[in-house]
């Protein structure tokens, strides 16, 4: 561990891989503050207003590297204009807000390093064909809000900020996110796939989600990190392996188009049943272990702890 990244910032901590990396990071023995949009309890949260552009610059001297991870959630609601400007400005406005302030504090004051949430929308449909860090930006919507959300970083970069975007894919876990939504409806035995069930899925456990994170603040990696396991897998083989795990039948296949009344037809057609074949080639190449990479094990101990 570099010993000048002891102190970590985390904006997004309420969140399920927030509240995992927190825990994480104290038992490795970094200091941890909170960036919270209420009023601070104490000393380990940090109040901070993205929609009015405040953050106290005074509150992040002594810090060493900010996590953000702060944005309204992409799959909880449907697609509206009103909704989509949301996911946009929520990660836009918070990051450009962060960059600012920490260029603007002396260099042997402010924080070394950010590590910035993006997401591997940013290489919209793939296909089979695998993306890796090198790959051009995509398109879609998703695709547009990752290149505006690592763009926003750049105040950041020319002030020598070693700035990392972790373009994350399916994170695993039990309290959060896809497979909690998953879980109660295969428990019942009513899962299956969605539309062919041919699509790609690029997922990661959450353990190794925030471990590759932690490893980020370890090593001198700067530019895109590809967050996923080493072996996606289409949505058929997602929910058998699934049903596998919990003792239940997968036999639906659920048709795309009754989706699209729920949850409109773009966010179906690029959360959905867009095919994602990433690679986690910077993490690979780089000796990065994987706790999970298999998915059997991963669905396995996320259900066990519960995350």
Known sequence: MQENLKTVAIAGSSGTIGRALERLLI????????????????????????????LDPNRLVGINAIVNLAG???????????????IISSRVEGTELICKTIAGIKSDERPSVLINASAIGYYGHTGSNPATENSPLGEGFLADVCSKWEESTLEAERAGIRVVHARTGIVLSASGGLLKRLLPIFKLGLGGCIGSG??????????????????M?????????????????????????????LRRPVVFKIPS????????????????????????????????????????????????SGS
């Open 257 to 304: 188009s009754v989706l699209s009344l729920v949850y409109g037809r773009q966010l179906v057609d690029e959360l959905m049943i867009s095919s994602q074949s990433i690679v986690p080639e910077v993490l690979l190449k780089n000796n990065f272990t994987f706790s999970d990479p298999v998915l059997k094990k991963a669905l396995e101990n996320e259900i066990r």
């Open 72 to 86: 309204v959630g992409i799959g909880d609601k449907r697609w509206s204009r009103k909704r989509m400007e949301q």
């Open 217 to 245: 603040l370890d090593n001198e990696i700067n530019g895109p990190v590809n967050l996923v396991s080493p072996e996606p897998l289409s949505n058929f083989e997602f929910s058998k392996t699934l049903g596998d795990v």
């Open 27 to 54: 038992q490795e023995g970094f200091s941890v503050k909170r960036l919270v949009r209420r009023n601070q309890i104490d000393d380990s949260e940090i109040f901070w207003d993205p929609e009015n552009k405040f």
């Open 198 to 215: 041919e699509q790609l899925m690029s997922w990661i456990s959450l353990r190794d989600e925030i471990a590759a994170i932690k490893w």
